[in-house]
């Protein structure tokens, strides 16, 4: 069921929604040589040091790019999250014209300045990789908040944590007129 905010986009934004709901999944090759790369991420935001954070989250979004063979992304890692009566921004991707697309992300709560957990800090990396991931990888042309955009990253997010459990097997991760040789 598409949320609610479906009835307001054009056709074609239509057909990009519904073609990003469908595609479940994502799966990167060998998730394991990542694992080293969340360890590092997290102990950087343990440790408390925005720029360690900022490196390990970048070599991590390095490595996922360089899996999925999509364009580099910077990775921007600031101090207090921005809030207003709106709520907290925790991450914001933004394509540019020239050069890489930016991934920024903020490593402090609002309200208490606290360092974010670490799996939240992760999930919101994560996220705003599937919007890298829609544009770059998928060629969406769009990227949404669909139900399928957030399976795929919790699909990834399973795979570099793993204790969070992985994607079964035969797990469809595009669909049909995508898969090489399939229709179009």
Do not use: C, N
């Not at 609610?4 to 073609?19: P, Q, W």
């Not at 694992?35 to 590092?40: E, G, K, N």
């Not at 490595?63 to 709106?86: D, F, K, N, Q, Y």
């Not at 914001?92 to 890489?100: E, F, K, N």
């Amino acid at each position: 069921m598409p949320f609610a905010y479906y009835s307001r986009l054009s056709s074609r934004e239509k057909a990009i929604y519904r073609r990003s709901d469908e595609i479940t999944a994502l799966l990167v090759g060998d998730p394991e040589a990542l694992h080293p790369m969340v360890d590092a991420l997290r102990h950087a935001l343990a440790s408390d040091q925005r720029r360690a954070v900022e490196a390990a989250a970048s070599r991590l979004v390095l490595g996922i790019g360089e899996r999925l063979a999509m364009p580099p992304v910077t990775v921007s890692v600031l101090a207090v999250r921005p809030s207003s009566s709106w709520g907290e921004l925790h991450g914001l991707y933004t394509r540019t014209v020239r050069g890489p697309a930016r991934i920024e992300l903020w490593m402090r709560t609002a309200r208490h300045h606290r360092v974010v957990a670490f799996r939240t800090f992760l999930r919101t990396l994560l996220h705003e990789v599937g919007h890298h991931v829609d544009y770059e990888h998928l060629r969406l042309g769009e990227s949404f908040h669909t139900e399928g955009f957030f399976r795929r990253e919790s699909s990834l997010f399973k795979q570099l944590v793993p204790s969070a459990g992985g994607p079964a097997r035969g797990q469809l991760l595009l669909p049909p007129e995508s898969r090489p040789g399939g229709r179009k």
